[in-house]
């Protein structure tokens, strides 16, 4: 069975499906089905036990099969909460946006899919078009004043963005003037392996415009407005997609260009810019974290600091590389559970103020508890699996002390004003009105969230060795010897 | 004729920055949706074939005649005030566009020295691109900010070809397609955004701050 016909055709009967049968349940069963289906796929070709073949359009080299099971992973998760999330009784409004839910999120993994496992950087950049139109309605779930608003920010910033990624590729085809590739298709394979041909000039240009255009959809300052008013005003199962995979798409696209820079002499250049990305983003999370008086929009920050920390550990190189890889996958899979758990918060304080919510801890024992362990998981508490990836980032950046001054600094400044953040949610005394008493049940967002946490330190403490190899091979196809 | 065609797109440009009428403006994204499919057609007029022609047509359908309609619906549905009120003196916005427009104009021409490309639509083409960018960031309507989108994605296309990129029909039809449903998906957001708030303007979408 040819497994990229079943990753690609699958979610667009899906998409079908969904789009013409109106009961919800079965929306639902359906949009489950694929989302198992594509879970074991991704994860056989993860590991390594069957990969397609190679064509001109898809390859499935490490990094695709490593974001690849990134993406399916966040998106079964966030499918098996769904049904529950749209059966809460919140806005009237938004029955309307329900309807469209599961087709929405259908077109979001096939979009996904192909723009992860595209060569092309044409398919690539039509592919990451579509995620931001899939994403677009998902923004507008609450139809309120700030979610329009939300929406149209980021459909027209992220269009913007990557309207500039687009000239970027176009640089690549100029670089590519008076080779062997001159009047070739964007293929990243053909342009690795004929990298040291390439014009420096046009590929540093393009590379400037790629990251920047791109980075509307990372969400690495100063691009980032965009995206956090979207995923914080998105309803949860939709935040934790765009935190969780959305954002490492786009990072996909960035690395696909750097790639081909690596062999050159203009890789350099390209590293310099990311690390001032980088540690921009965590200075711009630095500062708001402490302004922020809204905890989605703090989680959404929160995503501006870790994507920031991978870019810089990209940028630095080394073990640094491979603990920005590892970071990817801890980072996705903690952003769901803090997601979903704000989702519950919200829906029963119904406010994203951090100065309406009180004493989580005892009003929503669940929940409280689940979200005070994602912060701990986020924050690179251990045994969770961003300490150990941060600290390979750390330990790359040695060589640049000033720099891991910095980022330490930085890092612990955010932790500090997180923490504020977070203990004053769960643990803050009702004022004199007596908070209602929410006797709350164990749910199918806290079995996620249980999961997802176990998952959590089973991989800080002892990491699959398939995971390990994949990341040794992505550092190796990115030219760092280990 | 390929230069002619670009240059004629490039006093478009100029149009559309001392115009402050919304129907100037659709009637520009129509000329020059005409303009681009031209541009396209002409390398190929010696041995025309129907599969050449697919980009071409599809590209005039969307850009001249469908994006167009759409966004004078738009206007005709909201009621959108026909003159658009700039934050920037017409002369000063038209003074600034010429000098970017001859920056690009002389940087392209040095680089023509150094790469193979051809100045003219190049620099057409960023003078385009750089255009866009002046209209979204001088003008406060939405509508507006959505031609320039558009006055931008022109550019990137016009970039696309003089650089002769190739790109396989399916993927050309997909970026084409994608910008379609990008502008069809602004302009619900603008109907929402009209029975929301009391304008279109960018000036009610401030309550996201931190």
């Given at each position: 069975m040819n497994l990229l016909l079943v990753l690609t055709v699958l979610p667009i009967l899906s998409i079908g499906v969904c789009y013409f049968v109106h009961i919800r349940k079965a929306q639902y069963i359906i949009s489950l089905l694929v989302a198992i289906v594509h879970l074991v796929c991704s994860y056989i070709v993860f590991s390594g036990i069957y990969i397609p073949a190679e064509n001109d359009f898809f390859r499935f080299d490490a990094l695709s099969r490593l974001f690849l099971l990134i993406l399916s992973h966040v998106y079964f998760w966030v499918v098996l909460v769904s049904y529950s999330y749209l059966n809460r009784p919140l806005v009237v409004k938004e029955e309307k946006s329900k309807k469209l839910y599961f087709t929405m999120l259908n077109v979001y993994l096939f979009a996904n899919t192909l723009a992860l496992i595209s060569n092309h950087l044409g398919v690539f950049w039509v592919a990451s078009e579509t995620t931001t139109l899939s994403v677009a309605p998902l923004i507008y779930y609450y139809r309120d004043e700030e979610s329009l608003e939300a929406m149209w920010k980021y459909l027209f910033l992220v269009s913007v963005g990557i309207a500039f990624a687009f000239i970027g590729f176009l640089f690549l085809v100029l670089s590519a003037g008076g080779t062997v590739l001159e009047g070739q298709q964007l293929l990243v394979t053909s342009f690795t392996r004929y990298a040291t041909l390439l014009n420096p000039i046009w590929l540093k240009a393009s590379f400037i415009f790629v990251f920047v255009g791109l980075s509307t959809k990372i969400g690495i300052a100063p691009m980032h407005p965009g995206d956090i008013d979207a995923t914080s005003n998105a309803p949860s199962p939709a935040a934790a997609l765009m935190s969780g995979s959305l954002r490492g798409t786009a990072l996909l696209g960035v690395l696909r260009v750097y790639q081909i820079m690596v062999p050159t002499v203009t890789a350099d250049f390209a590293r310099t810019i990311m690390i001032i990305g980088g540690i921009f983003s965590l200075f711009v999370a630095f500062v708001f974290m402490f302004k922020v008086t809204n905890y989605k929009r703090m989680i959404a920050y929160s995503s501006v600091e870790h994507l920031g920390l991978i870019t810089l550990g990209i940028g630095t190189g080394g073990i640094a590389f491979v603990g920005a890889m590892l970071h990817t996958v801890f980072n996705s899979l903690t952003k769901v559970v803090l997601f979903l758990n704000a989702g519950n918060i919200h829906r029963a304080y119904r406010s994203r103020e951090v100065d309406s919510v009180w004493n989580v801890l005892q009003a929503m024992p669940w929940t409280g508890w689940f979200f005070l362990f994602g912060f701990f998981a986020i924050i690179a508490m251990p045994p969770f699996g961003i300490f150990f990836s941060e600290l390979m980032i750390f330990q790359g950046l040695l060589t640049k002390p000033f720099l891991l001054a910095a980022v330490l600094f930085f890092l612990f400044f955010i932790f500090v004003g997180m923490s504020k953040t977070v203990f004053r949610m769960l643990y803050t005394a009702p004022p004199a009105e007596q908070t209602p008493i929410i006797t709350e049940k164990f749910e199918i967002t806290h079995f996620a969230s249980l999961t997802l946490l176990v998952l959590l330190i089973a991989l800080g403490l002892s990491m699959p060795s398939q995971l390990y190899t994949l990341v040794v091979q992505i550092s190796k196809d990115f030219g760092i010897l280990l | 004729m390929e230069n002619v065609l670009s240059i004629l797109f490039c006093l478009t440009l100029l149009y559309l920055v001392i115009t402050s009428r919304l129907k100037t403006y659709v009637a520009i994204l129509r000329t020059q949706g005409v303009l681009l499919s031209a541009i396209m057609i002409f390398p190929f007029m010696r041995h025309l074939s129907v599969h050449i022609l697919i980009i071409p047509l599809m590209s005039l359908i969307v850009k001249a005649i469908i994006i167009p309609r759409f966004i004078n619906k738009i206007i005709i549905d909201l009621d959108v005030k026909r003159i658009v009120e700039p934050s920037i003196?017409?002369?000063?916005?038209?003074?600034?566009?010429?000098?970017?427009?001859?920056?690009?104009?002389?940087?392209?021409?040095?680089?023509?020295?150094?790469?193979?490309?051809?100045?003219?639509?190049?620099?057409?083409?960023?003078?385009?691109?750089?255009?866009?960018?002046?209209?979204?960031?001088?003008?406060?309507?939405?509508?507006?900010?959505?031609?320039?989108?558009?006055?931008?994605?022109?550019?990137?296309?016009?970039?696309?070809?003089?650089?002769?990129?190739?790109?396989?029909?399916?993927?050309?039809?997909?970026?084409?397609?994608?910008?379609?449903?990008?502008?069809?998906?602004?302009?619900?957001?603008?109907?929402?955004?009209?029975?929301?708030?009391?304008?279109?303007?960018?000036?009610?979408?401030?309550?996201?701050?931190?």
């Open positions: - | 003196q017409p002369f000063n916005f038209l003074l600034l566009s010429v000098a970017s427009m001859s920056t690009i104009f002389v940087a392209a021409h040095v680089l023509s020295g150094y790469t193979p490309i051809e100045p003219i639509p190049f620099a057409s083409a960023f003078s385009a691109i750089v255009t866009g960018i002046f209209l979204i960031i001088f003008r406060k309507k939405l509508i507006v900010h959505v031609v320039g989108f558009l006055i931008l994605e022109n550019g990137i296309f016009l970039f696309g070809t003089s650089v002769a990129a190739e790109m396989p029909t399916i993927v050309e039809l997909g970026a084409m397609l994608d910008v379609f449903v990008v502008v069809f998906l602004m302009g619900i957001a603008i109907n929402k955004i009209s029975s929301t708030f009391a304008k279109q303007d960018v000036t009610v979408l401030g309550k996201l701050k931190d």
